[in-house]
């Protein structure tokens, strides 16, 4: 997996690739930006879904590979999933994907176009091949991140109730599901807090990465500024078998836009993780981040460091 050792002149618990942006905005032709976007390992390299926004400004679902996690082949067509439902199979647009492989098959959860943002699930085996399922949830909702493994015998998911438009408002909830297709048991999770980074409004992440200490959670808040938001990412630990409640929420950030490629862009001021690397035995984890809705960095930490500053800078 892709792994750069803190630099010597850095004390922070989480530092940036020194070659970002991993992935430019024009990897792909027609390209207007590529960000936001999920990764996993898959066979001897990595495989992931990006989003892609297209010149017309369409926001479309693209597949990639690459062998190192750093130099990326991205389908240059958007992933035309297939849908038994002609209702599901008119898409409209998809963005913001999350990728986890559960059991024997890897899914996607997306920001889907259904009479409104709502979360699309589909499955494929070779990321070339997308099933798509029933919808998660009605509209309106964003940042559906599924676990990666069943909880208590059920598929479990975390999700952000939104609003049609720019949400300036979103807590983040946990779902259930015996089959992926029904969801229940809702259960509140936490919301915005404070007057900083993350006052407007939050959303996870990557996905829940499973610690003996319970589920490690990477999460972006928000900021209103008399500039509009200021997106930046922090982190969280749930509980192993109720992650609905929060043993820690770290009041600091980890990471916010600092870099002119963070800045500066169509959207600017914006840090959005969407996916993690994670290697267990030597605890290295590489985040691959949306930055100003234009590129997509990378930055890196270690679990256990992680851990450690949740616990140590927990919120009251």
Not at 50 to 72: E, I, P, Q, T
């Amino acid at each position: 997996m892709p792994w750069e050792d803190r630099p010597a002149s850095c004390t922070d618990v989480a530092w940036r690739y020194s070659r970002n942006p991993v992935i430019p905005r024009n990897l792909i032709p027609r390209a207007n930006s590529i960000f936001n976007s999920a990764v996993v390992p898959f066979k001897d390299g990595f495989a992931g879904v990006f989003r892609c926004d297209d010149r017309c400004r369409y926001m479309r679902l693209h597949s990639g590979v690459s062998r190192d996690g750093l130099d990326w082949q991205i389908e240059p067509e958007p992933i035309r999933f297939e849908a038994e439902d002609p209702e599901l199979a008119r898409f409209i647009y998809g963005y913001d994907p999350r990728v986890v492989r559960v059991e024997d098959r890897y899914y996607v959860t997306w920001c889907n176009g259904y009479h409104g943002p709502t979360i699309g699930v589909a499955w494929t085996m070779d990321f070339k091949t997308f099933h798509q399922l029933e919808n998660a949830f009605l509209p309106y909702n964003r940042n559906g991140v599924l676990f990666p493994r069943r909880i208590n015998g059920r598929y479990a998911m975390l999700s952000r109730p939104s609003d049609t438009g720019h949400t300036p408002f979103g807590d983040i909830f946990y779902s259930e599901s015996p089959d992926l297709n029904f969801w229940g048991r809702h259960r509140y999770v936490m919301g915005k807090k404070g007057d900083g980074w993350q006052s407007t409004k939050i959303g996870a992440g990557p996905i829940p990465i499973e610690t003996p200490e319970g589920w490690l959670l990477i999460y972006h808040g928000v900021l209103t500024s008399c500039n509009g938001f200021v997106y930046s990412a922090g982190v969280a630990l749930l509980d192993l078998e109720q992650p609905w409640k929060v043993r820690y929420r770290g009041e600091p950030y980890i990471l916010s836009p600092q870099t002119p490629y963070e800045c500066m862009g169509d959207v600017p001021n914006v840090v959005f993780p969407c996916a993690a690397l994670h290697d267990a035995p030597t605890g290295r984890l590489a985040v691959y981040y949306g930055a100003a809705d234009t590129v997509t960095g990378l930055f890196f930490a270690r679990v256990p460091e992680l851990l450690d500053f949740v616990r140590t800078n927990a919120m009251a």
